[in-house]
């Protein structure tokens, strides 16, 4: 018998607001978490360690005894889950430039293929790419060690490389920890958090938790917290599904099929007067910001007593921002939600078996016709947008598939000619076919797919 795949989703639950010294509790634990990454960060970033990351217990027990901890009063349940979050961060910047890496040695033209060959498997032994940085003795790779290289050479570049890319990363925001099972106990009227006096608990009505037994993150908001942890859920195969769907995601509207169903109508203009009058607000509240700055450096330079007024409203500035960061971020779940029910909208009603989409366009291809704003917006949250359609494929066991997006926009769906687009309308003079751009695009996709993903034509 076939096993269903199980599927990690994300649960998010809303605490009930909470009094100001349970919120303080909550901040300064924050706040101390993100003291504790940005310390790893700065202490475990560098090429030293890049071998010594794991397993985490060597550096969990080098900062059991730096002090950091007492020097904090922090609980170990969040401390050490800041050092081993902090940790996947890192090794997460490694690969990430490894990524890099790579891509910069293969655009190298100076460099021969056995060159590259050697560069690259240096690149996946973890421990050999360590001695290399760190001027080591290693023993030369088994792919490698019969070609006659310039070793020296290349590992000259592969430090220098890395001495040009490597970032140590930060914490800006200090708004959010994890907690593990043996840091909290729940049941059915909330959470009770380990608090910085040994055997007292913090309380935190919160419904939903259930048993007790799973890693939460505590997001710090306003006046209330977002919980979110990990929930394991089989995908589900519907027997009623069994349609084809062929989707085109929109600038304004999120997605148009090409039988002319529209769902997430109008995400654009949703997120767009919101977003553009927090944008006013911030550009103003950036420059008063700077000027009180310049003030304060000057005053500070000039050893006036003014250099604390000029401090104190830029603390108060300061307050500004985070009110604003709020917002954005309540604005941001907002748009999400929609974004989300409206995709349930759509399984639930398209019933699909499969959803064709097109392949996301590679940067600066994006053709311009729509508002500018608009667009912008709409594209920050397509990447969320795609990321969630593919989610709740898996989830239903529907077949995704991406075409590429040649062909899809400036031809007529009805007779393959080159169309026009007039705003938002595509209009084709040889046949006479009229109807918006997302429709002809998405009955595009529908073509295409169906005559086995070619097209005729190179234009866009
Ligand atoms: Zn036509």
């Known amino acids: 018998m076939k ?25 300064g634990i924050a706040q101390d978490y993100c003291k504790v990454k940005n310390y790893v960060y700065g202490r475990y970033s560098g090429i030293v360690y890049v071998n010594r990351l794991t397993p985490v217990y060597g550096i969990l027990n080098e900062m059991r005894y730096c002090g950091l ?5 922090m609980p170990t349940v969040y401390y050490e889950l800041a050092i081993s979050e902090a940790v996947g961060d890192i090794k997460g910047m490694w690969s990430m430039l490894k990524n890099k890496l790579r891509s910069l040695i293969n655009e190298n033209e100076n460099l021969s293929e056995e060159d590259r060959l ?64 043996n840091g909290y106990r729940a049941d059915e009227n909330g959470l009770y958090l380990a608090s910085r006096t040994p055997r007292r608990r913090v309380f935190v009505p919160v419904k939903g938790i259930g048993e007790a037994d799973r890693q939460l993150r505590i997001i710090v908001r306003g006046d209330d917290v977002r919980i979110t942890f990990p929930v394991d859920v089989e995908a589900r195969k519907r027997g009623d599904y069994t349609n084809t769907v062929y989707a085109y995601i929109g600038y304004s509207d999120m997605l148009t099929l090409s039988n002319g169903n529209v769902y997430g109508k109008e995400l654009g203009s949703l997120v ?55 917002q954005k971020r309540r604005m941001r779940e907002k748009t999400q939600n929609f974004i989300n029910a409206e995709l349930n909208r759509m399984f639930r009603e398209e019933k699909p078996e499969r959803i064709v989409i097109t392949k996301p366009v590679t940067k600066n291809r994006a053709k311009n016709y729509s508002k500018p704003l608009n667009r912008k917006m709409s594209r920050s949250f397509r990447g969320y947008i795609r990321d969630q359609i593919a989610f709740k494929c898996r989830l239903n066991t529907v077949e995704l598939v991406e075409i590429s997006s040649k062909g899809t926009g400036g031809i007529c769906s009805s007779c393959g000619s080159e169309g026009k687009r007039v705003k938002a309308d595509f209009v084709c003079e040889a046949c006479g076919y009229h109807s918006t751009i997302a429709v002809n695009s998405a009955r595009n996709i529908e073509r295409i797919a169906k005559s086995g993903g070619k097209h005729d034509e190179d234009a866009d």
């Open 272 to 326: 767009t007067p919101e977003t553009e009058r927090l944008s006013e607000k911030n550009n103003e509240r950036g420059r008063i910001y700077a000027a009180y700055r310049k003030k304060a450096e000057q005053a500070a330079s000039e050893n006036t007593e003014m250099q604390d007024e000029w401090l104190e409203k830029l603390r108060e500035n300061n307050f500004g921002r985070v009110k604003y960061d709020e």
């Open 69 to 73: 901890r007492q020097q904090l009063n």
């Open 3 to 27: 096993t269903e795949e199980i599927i990690t989703k994300t649960a998010a639950l809303y605490s009930r607001s909470l009094t100001d010294e349970t919120m303080e509790f909550l901040r």
């Open 118 to 181: 050697y560069l690259r498997t240096v690149l996946k032994i973890n421990s050999v790419f360590a001695a290399v940085l760190n001027r080591q003795k290693y023993e030369m790779p088994e792919k490698t060690k019969d070609i006659e290289l310039d070793i020296k050479r290349l590992n000259n570049l592969l430090c220098r490389l890395v001495r040009r890319h490597l970032k140590t990363p930060k914490q800006q925001k200090a708004d959010c920890f994890l907690v593990s099972s």
